[in-house]
């Protein structure tokens, strides 16, 4: 029940299309689900987060997606740029201060 | 305003040895977490910390594997005996204090690479 679902694992998009990529959860008490962005041999960097009393949260060209009836929630980048490229994981928390649960991950390749 | 900061960024043991991984929270911060990313794999949550206190350790190894983040200092992931399955990347996040700034943000650190040969 703590599991987060993501997919695809890889995704392959031309540059200037839109990446879009999907996790879904099973644990109801979640109320905070994030998006990192990993290059290789880095840290993972924070790029977008939303609770679920809003549907969507835009911030530049990041979108997520939120549907609450069905557990689920989308990453999209918009205008996809070759500096995109990275691995990207979703994630879940119970309540300010509480673990993070981590989806799989999905590499991302933009090709120029 | 400095990051998340882990040191070492690369550490090698041999099987058997102890492994010290530290981390300094960002300025202000006062909660400390752990991951650990095998290789082609997501994160794993292992340990969350408070300034002298444990609060989770519910993803922890129960042998080998301790944690601490004293009143003065770093945090510091200790891993004993190490064995080859510990060869994995350790992340460090850390957040502001959730009561007082309602905020779930947590921010990583660079990691430190653990390989044990």
Known sequence: ??????????????????????????NTAFDYFPWYQQFPGKG???????????SE??????????????????LHIMDSQPGDSATYFCAASIASGSRLTFGEGTQLTVNP | NAGVMQNPRH???????????????MKGHSHVYWYRQLPEEGLK?????QKENIIDESGMPKERFSAEFPKEGPSILRIQ??????????????????????SYEQYFGPGTRLTVT
């Open chain 1, 1 to 26: 029940q703590q599991q987060v679902k993501q997919s695809p694992q890889s995704l392959i998009v031309q540059k200037g299309g839109i990446s879009i990529i999907n996790c879904a959860y099973e």
């Open chain 1, 44 to 54: 993972p960097a924070l790029l977008i987060a939303i609770r679920p009393d809003v």
């Open chain 1, 57 to 74: 949260k835009k911030e530049g060209r990041f979108t997520i997606s939120f549907n609450k009836s069905a557990k689920q929630f989308s």
């Open chain 2, 11 to 25: 550490l090698v043991r041999r099987r058997g040895q102890e492994a010290r991984l530290r981390c300094s929270p």
């Open chain 2, 45 to 49: 949550f292992m340990v969350y910390l």
């Open chain 2, 81 to 102: 005996q190490v064995v080859r399955g510990d060869s994995a990347a350790y992340f460090c996040a850390s957040s502001p204090t959730p009561l007082a700034t309602l």
